[in-house]
């Protein structure tokens, strides 16, 4: 079974502070992606990683960055956390084999910047 | 411009009622389309996909390639049937696989 887990499930910062969100998959996938969920846009993609030290934009990167170390982790950054930026955060990931579009969703990180 | 259109936000039905999510998608190309769901406090997860057209909890969907659509259908719906449903758009851009995802409706199955 996937399993892809995220530091945290409920996180509140304040307007300012930089904000580190980990994600870790154990099924050694080599793309990984970041979306934030909110009610009536749904998903949207800010950044995913095909491979370590490799990142592409999204549809909603500005505010954001990433980082892929290892193989296995994959971090957002709030550079500057600001309160539209209030929201569900979904790690995914997925391999190259198997269903070329079937991700494997973390449990969501709901970031609250006040 | 690619797009996935879900027009419900929510959809409230009876147990026993027939249920059909709607989803409408653009795309230029050859499409893949997905139905992701969410059930509560639990993980998004993919449910079915229109190339295997399989039945998956009894729901199906069929590509209707000239009205553009990819509705989710179920005869019978059940109160476990409850969650966020995601339709969702496969594309390939830049050498890349990733997804779009249309706004997502609700189900709610009422005993």
């Known amino acids: 079974d996937v399993k892809v887990t995220q530091s945290s499930r409920y996180l509140v910062k304040r307007t300012g502070e930089k904000v580190f969100l980990e994600c870790v998959q154990d099924m050694d996938h080599e793309n990984m992606f970041w979306y934030r969920q909110d009610p009536g846009l749904g998903l949207r993609l800010i950044y995913f990683s095909y491979d370590v030290k490799m990142k592409e934009k999204g549809d909603i990167p500005e505010g954001y960055s990433v980082s892929r170390e290892k193989k296995e982790r994959f971090s957002l950054i709030l550079e500057s956390a600001s309160t539209n930026q209030t929201s569900m955060y979904l790690c995914?990931?997925?391999?190259?084999?198997?269903?070329?579009?079937?991700?494997?969703f973390g449990p969501g990180t709901r970031l609250t910047v006040t | 411009a690619q797009r996935v259109t879900q027009p419900e936000k929510l959809l409230s039905v009876f147990k026993g009622a027939p249920v059909e999510l709607k989803c409408n998608y653009s795309y230029s190309g050859s499409p893949e389309l997905f139905w992701y769901v969410q059930y509560s406090r639990q993980r998004l997860q993919l449910l079915l996909r229109h190339i295997s057209r399989e039945s998956i909890k009894g729901f199906t969907a069929d590509l209707n390639k000239g009205e553009t659509s990819f509705h989710l259908k179920k005869p019978f719906a059940q109160e476990e049937d409850s969650a966020m449903y995601y339709c969702a758009l496969g594309r390939t851009a830049g050498g890349y696989n990733k997804l779009i995802f249309g706004a997502g409706t609700r189900l709610a199955v009422h005993p």
């Open positions: 995914a990931s997925r391999g190259t084999g198997g269903i070329v579009y079937e991700q494997y």
